[in-house]
């Protein structure tokens, strides 16, 4: 099981390692992990939006997933599964890597078949935390070794 993560905003200088906490406006977004297992504060710097290059090689790493249809930039991956019972058990546990990330996919579910779209709305395109998440999902699904 993996350990919590619980996530803040605060102003971010990129000259430093750490975030200034008492820093106001101005300078680039951060995001402050606290992983609830060390206790330790981690600060990563919000994802900037790829390349239509580093996305193919992304997708080129991901079974399964495809570039989603329609005008805005996403992801997409379809999964079957053995009955509509699975496949909720399937989304249950798709909402947990995606609640312990912050990111959250759309979901439809067809009885057995399960498709999920990603994309990073706040940014207006695809991120890393998009390909994290696929991931994640993939090994859900038991595709990711």
């Known amino acids: 099981m993996r350990a919590g993560i619980a996530t803040i905003s605060v102003p971010f200088s990129p000259l430093t ?3 200034p ?7 680039q977004l951060a995001r402050l992990a606290l992983d609830s297992h ?10 900037p939006l790829l390349t239509d290059s580093e996305v193919s090689q992304q997708l080129a790493g991901l079974p399964n997933w495809r570039r989603a249809d329609g005008d805005d930039p996403a992801i997409a991956a379809t999964y079957e599964l053995t009955d509509f019972v699975a496949a909720l058990d399937f ?3 798709v909402g947990h890597e995606a609640e312990l990330m912050n990111h959250h996919p759309d979901i439809d579910i067809r009885w057995n078949k399960v498709t999920l779209v990603l994309s990073t709305h706040s940014e207006g ?4 935390n998009d390909f994290e ?6 090994e859900v699904a038991g595709q990711e070794t």
């Open 17 to 19: 390692s750490v975030p």
């Open 38 to 47: 060390s206790g330790r504060a981690l600060a990563e710097a919000m994802s």
């Open 21 to 27: 906490v008492d820093a106001i406006g101005g300078g």
């Open 125 to 128: 395109g695809l991120t890393t």
């Open 133 to 138: 998440l696929a991931h994640r999902i993939n």
């Open 91 to 93: 989304v249950n546990q």
